[in-house]
């Protein structure tokens, strides 16, 4: 993947979400892996805007061993995600191991990160004591699931209706009536569906 392309699917409405649909194409076999290197993950956590450009541009330089695995427990931390959510979209109760293993790398993200003197609003924020670490983008994916899990409201995130896509979104819209991934994607091809099967 060129630095310049963007394959993502970014109808998710928050980064962890979007973070979840980059195996994209889930119910196929084999899905589409857009997380398959580490510079696809620091591509991914800058234009999901979790990591500044100024931090994403050296991390695309390592060439440190170490990243292809930050990449692979990315994608692990990722399917972990998609398990919770999987569950809560059926009905069923959340995996605890699966939860274990997002709070171990939350805990982890937390601890990369350090107090420093902020300009706005507060007097302190929060910065990566380390931005260039090669774990920076992965930690950054942690605390966008942190967000989406104790933040979001649980019946705002969705998955699309359509039996042949496995996207998740928050659905924000006022009467929470949000069908589809993208009307342009799915919605369309669904009403195209339903109605040739009506008129059969
Ligand atoms: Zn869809």
Redesign the pocket.
């Known amino acids: 993947m060129s630095d310049h392309a963007d394959p993502f699917e970014w109808s998710g409405g928050h980064p962890a979400l979007d973070f979840v649909n980059t195996l994209d194409e889930r119910p196929f076999d084999p899905p589409i892996e857009n997380l398959a290197t580490y510079r696809d993950l620091v591509r991914f956590a800058e234009l999901a805007k979790l990591i500044e450009p100024s931090v994403a541009a050296p991390l695309r330089k390592l060439s440190d061993p170490a990243c292809s695995r930050v990449a692979k427990r990315a994608r692990k931390l990722r399917e972990h995600l998609h398990d919770v959510l999987a569950a809560a979209h059926a009905g069923q109760p959340l995996p605890q191991t699966d939860l274990n293993a997002i709070g171990a790398a939350i805990q982890v993200a937390h601890a990369a990160r350090a107090l420093v003197v902020s300009h706005s609003p507060g007097l302190a924020g929060h910065s990566w004591s380390r931005p260039v670490a090669p774990d920076t983008p992965l930690h950054a994916c942690a605390l966008s699931i942190e967000h989406l899990l104790v933040a979001v409201e649980r019946k705002r995130i969705r998955k ?1 209706w ?1 039996s042949d ?1 496995d ?1 998740y979104y928050v659905d924000t819209s006022k009467g929470q009536h949000r069908q ?3 009307m342009k ?2 919605g369309n091809r669904e009403k195209q569906r339903r109605w040739r099967a009506g008129s059969q």
């Open positions: 699309c359509a896509c996207v589809w991934c993208s994607a799915c």
